[in-house]
């Protein structure tokens, strides 16, 4: 283990990363469609008999949006970056290396971004209108090349395309498969969600006639986008490497650690969500004075939902990936996941570890903080005490030996001790079931043996498990 | 055109007021409109419903959890029928094991229906509370009042019954605790308890009376009670708070409940339907290891978190103390029952404000102990 | 001075992870020089901010004279200058992660509950700033307490900062504190140098606003508004006097932390020498021309005094970036690195920095215009 894997207890790592990541990406997507909404909303007013009290208005809600956008907006942003660091720094390495000058063009995008918004909106009143509205739309078109650039890096990771570790193939990593439709997706989302917002900001009026509207003028950008969203996702779907489609179709069926991949329950997710949007605003369209503020935040809500449904869909996707097919999600390079690195003892190629006695619960448990940690905590989000529940001493060890058949795991790095150790730490989470590595290990090397004896011995394959499990029992008396 | 109408008999004129909201003759919908109304004139319903009104302040998001827990229970029904379609009660372990491995979706819907079941409870608890805060109980409302809180107790039995019939270890030994304190009540207490389980234990016979109580005894009552609930509610209309009355007639603000207010809750409505797929998506409910009736109970067993202020407040009278805390916890629902009568002025008198005052004191013990339980 | 027994564990038993297999898209002196300009530029703007939010409260706290003008100065342009101090902080932590990823991404996991702690810190501080600037008429009672606590905040983040950024020069201090905390509450406390660095920088935002205000000063006398602008050059000047004299303080005492054979480099005539004599002529150049700035109220002479002083702030930076280098030396050498040259996407870079500059430059002239004829009428 390279690095030092970020233990938090009971939500874990990628729940952090998951909690600002979803924030970030419900508001950076207000932020660029909201760009392309007072664009609009711009000319509009320019047309309208009212236009200086349309534009009232638009100034209340650029102030709403410039505060939300670079206070929530952009410091939720690095927030992403730090987070990333502390749950995949061998991952966020390989992305800062691989494309520093994509990152670095993109800062250059966000700096006129939000130098731009500023004028804009420090020079309201100053302004001529022709140049408040070049900047309006100057300003959608910049954050759409922000959008343009991370989407390189973010589709990068599930679908890398002809780029391998060895090439740096960096037009392939951007431009990948993955790209375009993922490009298409979040322009319509973001439009959406600029509707959204302008209508949270619009429940605000106290004119009826005034928010009626500027209600229905911004259902306009709500209702169109809703419909596209699944038409891009289809093609999106048609990007998706086969193991991510497989993950998902085995995902109807079973809860937690079982068959039913979470993958699928996000899915529907954000198709409900979605679907509850549409609905939502075509109700509000029908009479838009009766949208209360608690209607509107409902709406951003859902958004909300949606955007957690699709981002978990996209990460799900790539498991048990971090980069598909070049890094594991616990920074278990592939090229070192050969049968003779694996079957190492793990801490003699780990460097994280204290000294531990082999085969005691230290021992155990700093293979789970160094190797499992990454995803999975002991008692909450994910938690290894409910999905070990079952567990027995050999089942256990058996379980940890094809770790990367259940298709969302990646191999287990280490030898039997290893694997013994892990086993007794997890089942000894429960005090009831607590037994020394020792044992487990014994156990488990005694139930080989009768797999392997021969044919005419296989009845007692069974009373000798039992034998087995009843030792341990006996062991775990005699540790008392 | 009015004149060719009178002449086909039965067919009821259309008020003059009316007429302004239904819409252009000429379109599709005033057409089926007036067709309709012609043949049903049900304007003397219609204006009984449009009459309600609630009333705009900052805190008006408070009239929306009566909406929201019609919006969960309707859930509740979904799903449970949904489960029903799998559930057998001969097999409860094993049919609900089949639900959540093998039935397509069967862990979602199962996920769902414990959700919306906590978030329903939790409403139930926030309606009340905030009805409680707002002196909405008093004259003239007592007997919606009193409707209100037969429902929030058939919710929580709802929950109670609920939660037994997985049959997983949890749940079985929750529930053998909650039987056998009701069975330390005096008088009708073991005869209460004997019936609830069908014998002396909690066993499969205990299952088909929750069962029957969960899917068909439960359900009647409470669409009964709702629908008397709601009738009351839409006989007197909303109550307003003090502090509302006291403004001006030019500073009382109102939004037509149809269909203004409800316009509104729809999204909000939406969102929790949303919200009880994020987390049946995040924290599935999980079935834990079928219940074994003769293994001794693991360690922590507890009820779940809406009936813990009452359980764990029992801790508070140890020994043979435990009769008297089963008054006082008693006592709290009996002064709920009693509140509209002892405090009915309006504006709120000093024995008002007493009253809220004990609320609030109320509102903590319950919000301490529960915590107290949860983290014990 | 302190003993360096730490120094004496072997180099192959520290957890040093190997560096990332893709290699440098640039060589380093380049990426080095981005950091280098892109840090500055942060540092302005934290000086900048930090500096006006701890001026306006003396300000208001004291009643100086034309605190009112002051505070609202400070209040128009600090949400501002913390928006600009997120986005230049972003470029310098990119190079440095380039650079020395191995080091900083292993501190960073050690300190994680402090590190991620800053995010919600940011957005409060940053928020607090907005609500102090949307408030101030409809909650004037709200405004000393939401400035102070933005305040108070903003330094802890620093604090963190200079954590982090210490703790990845030591690897020999890693293992322990991983050890006892794998979830990342930890703290580099243990570092000598950690409160002279972390003082000496939270000493040159007196430095940097207090100049700001010298040239504001000059700005109001061009205005006419000849008291507002003596206020503004007296405050700016005691402040600039106040963060030099913490500066040298700081600076001493830093010197006196660093460990004996890296302190000694610093007269060695190398480098840092190089650097720190920079730095220090710069320094005196800067207060020569902002002590004339506020004499004469020139608005040319504060310019070039802000913009001397950022030279000096680069000079230092870089003298900083040295000694981590000979902190690192016993494991990290950069012309050990493998350099993978990105050189089109480093074009697409370069031309999108001048492309975006100039329009930059372009579109803010003419919204200034605007404004200034506004004033004008």
Redesign the interface.
């Known amino acids: 283990m390279n690095y030092p894997v970020w233990n938090v207890p009971g939500i874990g790592a990628g729940l952090v990363v998951a909690i600002i990541a979803t924030i970030h990406v419900l508001i950076s997507h207000f932020a660029i469609g909201g760009g392309a909404f007072l664009a609009v909303a711009e000319f509009w007013s320019d047309r309208q008999a009212d236009g200086e009290r349309i534009r009232a208005w638009l100034h209340k809600f650029a102030t709403f949006f410039l505060v939300f956008t670079t206070v929530f907006g952009a410091v939720t942003g690095v927030g992403i970056w730090f987070s990333i660091q502390l749950a995949s720094p061998e991952a966020t390495s390989l992305l800062i290396h691989q494309f520093v000058f994509a990152w670095a063009t993109e800062w250059i995008v966000f700096l006129a971004e939000l130098s731009v918004l500023y004028l804009y909106y420090y020079g309201w009143k100053t302004n001529s209108r022709s140049f408040q509205r070049f900047l309006a739309a100057a300003y959608f078109v910049i954050a759409w090349f922000s959008l343009f650039v991370i989407n390189g890096i973010l589709t990068f990771m599930l679908t890398p395309g002809s780029w391998t570790l060895q090439n740096h193939d960096i037009a392939g990593a951007f431009f990948n498969p993955g790209f375009w439709p993922a490009l298409f997706i979040r322009t319509a989302v973001m439009m959406l969600i600029a509707g959204l917002g302008a209508m949270l900001v619009a429940s605000r009026l106290h004119d009826d006639a005034l928010k009626a509207r500027i209600v229905s003028f911004s259902a306009k950008w709500v209702i169109p986008a809703a419909l596209l969203v699944p038409l891009f996702g289809y093609w999106y779907w048609s990007t998706l490497p086969g193991s991510s489609i497989d993950l998902f179709q085995s995902g109807a069926t079973g809860v937690g650690g079982g068959k039913m991949a979470s993958i699928n329950r996000f899915f529907w997710l954000s198709v409900i969500s979605g679907g509850l949007i549409m609905v939502s605003t075509m109700v509000i369209a029908l009479r838009p004075k009766a949208l209360h503020t608690s209607a509107a935040v409902a709406l951003m809500l859902l958004a909300l939902f949606g955007v957690v449904g699709a981002e978990f869909f996209r990460e799900m996707a790539r498991k048990p990936y971090v980069i598909k097919d070049t890094l594991y999600s616990n920074a278990l390079w592939v090229h070192d996941a050969t049968p003779e690195q694996l079957a190492q003892p793990y801490f003699s190629a780990s460097r994280w570890e204290p000294e531990t006695q082999p085969l005691s619960l230290e021992h155990g448990e700093w293979v789970y903080r160094l190797q499992c940690a990454t995803c999975h905590t002991l008692n909450g989000y994910r938690g290894l005490k409910g999905y070990t529940a079952q567990w027995t001493p050999v089942s256990g060890v058996r379980f940890l030996e094809t770790l990367e058949a259940q298709g969302v795991m990646p191999p287990f790095q280490g030898n039997v001790d290893d694997r013994a150790a892990l086993t007794s730490f997890l089942l000894s989470l429960d005090p009831e079931r607590a037994i020394a590595g020792s044992d487990v290990k014994i156990l488990y090397e005694q139930a080989q043996e009768a797999q392997q004896a021969p044919q005419a011995a296989l009845p007692f394959v069974g009373s000798l498990l039992l034998a087995a499990e009843r030792g341990a029992q006996g062991a775990k008396e005699g540790l008392r | 055109m009015a004149k060719k109408q009178a002449e086909i008999p039965d067919f009821a004129p259309i008020p003059e007021e009316l007429e302004a909201h239904l819409g252009e003759p000429s379109t599709v919908t005033g057409k089926a409109a007036r067709a309709l109304l012609h043949r049903y004139p049900v304007w003397p319903v219609l204006k009984f419903f449009a009459h309600k009104r609630v009333p705009q302040y900052r805190h008006s ?1 408070w009239y ?1 959890m009566g909406g929201m827990l019609l919006f969960f229970f309707g859930i509740q029904v979904v799903t449970g029928i949904l489960l029903m379609v799998y559930y057998q009660p001969g097999s409860p372990w094993a049919s609900v094991n089949y639900i ?9 819907i ?2 769902i229906h414990h959700w919306s079941a906590n978030l329903m409870v939790l409403t139930v608890f926030l309606h009340l509370f905030s009805t409680f805060f707002m002196k909405a109980y008093r004259r003239p409302r007592e007997l919606t009042w009193i409707t209100g809180l037969g429902l929030a107790g058939l919710t929580m039995l709802f929950g109670f019954s609920g939660y037994l019939l997985p049959w997983d270890e949890l749940a079985f030994f929750a529930v053998r605790i909650g039987i056998s304190e009701l069975e330390k009540l005096p008088l009708l207490g073991e005869w209460a308890a004997g019936i609830a389980r069908g014998g002396s234990d909690v066993s499969q016979e205990t299952i088909g009376r929750f069962y029957a109580l969960h899917v068909m005894v439960l359900p009647l009552s409470v669409m009964g009670l709702i629908g008397l609930h709601l009738l009351l509610v839409q006989i007197q209309g909303v109550s307003e708070p003090d502090g509302f009355r006291k403004l001006p007639a030019s500073q009382r603000k109102y ?1 037509n409940f149809f ?3 409800l ?6 409505w ?2 929790m ?3 009880l ?2 987390l ?10 079928e219940a074994d009736v003769f293994a001794a109970a ?1 360690d922590g067993i507890k009820p779940e978190w809406y009936l813990l202020a009452p359980y764990q407040g029992l801790k508070l009278f140890p020994g043979s103390l435990e009769l008297l805390g089963m008054l006082v916890m008693g006592l709290v629902p009996m002064a709920l029952v009693v509140v509209p009568f002892i405090d009915r002025q309006i504006p709120a008198d000093a024995r008002g404000r007493l009253v809220t005052k004990i609320g609030v004191l109320g509102l903590i013990g319950f919000v301490l102990i529960t915590a107290w339980g949860f983290f014990s | 001075m302190m003993a360096l027994d730490w120094l004496v564990l072997s180099a192959e038993a520290l957890p040093i992870p190997s560096p990332d297999p893709l290699g440098l898209a640039a060589p380093p002196v380049l990426l080095q020089a981005l950091a280098y300009l892109t840090f500055t530029l942060h540092i302005l703007a934290v000086d900048f901010t930090l500096g006006g939010v701890l001026l306006s409260l003396w300000a208001r706290w004291r009643k100086l004279p034309g605190h009112a003008s002051m505070t609202r100065f400070w209040r128009l342009s600090t949400p501002l200058g913390f928006s600009y101090l997120v986005t230049f902080g972003v470029p310098p932590l990119l190079f440095l992660q380039v650079i020395y990823g191995q080091f900083i991404y292993s501190s960073s996991v050690i300190l994680g509950a402090m590190w991620i702690a800053t995010v919600p810190m940011l957005i409060f501080a940053y928020g607090a700033l907005y609500l102090h600037k949307l408030s101030h008429e409809a909650r004037p009672r709200w405004q000393l307490p939401v400035l102070l606590s933005s305040a108070i905040v903003m330094l802890l983040v620093g604090f963190v900062l200079v954590n982090n950024i210490t703790l990845s020069m030591v690897p020999e201090r890693w293992a322990a504190l991983y050890h006892a905390s794998p979830g990342g509450v930890s703290s580099n406390l243990g570092e000598p140098t950690l409160f002279p660095r972390y003082l000496l920088f939270m000493s040159a935002p007196f430095v940097i606003a207090g100049m700001v205000m010298v040239m504001v000063g000059a700005v109001l006398k061009r205005w006419k508004e000849t008291e507002k602008a003596r206020q503004f050059s007296s405050l700016g000047w005691s402040s600039m006097v106040l963060g030099r004299f913490l500066l040298v303080l700081t600076g001493a005492l830093l010197l006196w932390s660093l460990p004996p054979e890296i302190a000694a480099k610093v007269s060695a005539g190398g480098m840092e020498t190089l650097f720190f004599a920079l730095g220090l002529l710069l320094a005196m150049v800067s207060t020569g021309l902002v002590f004339q700035a506020s004499r004469l109220a020139r608005l040319d002479l504060s310019i070039a005094a802000l913009v001397v002083a950022s030279l000096e702030a680069a000079a230092f930076i870089m003298l900083r970036d040295q000694v981590r280098l000979d902190y690192l030396a016993p494991h990290f050498q950069l012309n050990e690195l493998t350099v993978n040259a990105q050189w089109g996407l480093f074009g697409l870079f370069a031309v999108s920095l001048v492309v975006g500059l100039v329009f930059l430059i372009l579109v803010t002239i003419r919204v200034a215009r605007g404004l200034l004829a506004a004033r004008a009428q």
């Open positions: 998001y929306m959540v491995n093998e039935v397509p979706y069967g862990a979602l199962r996920s939004r269909s203004d207010f316009i509104a809750e729809i999204p909000v939406l969102m339907g949303a919200l797929v994020l049946s998506a995040l924290m599935p409910r999980e079935l834990g290891t693991p």
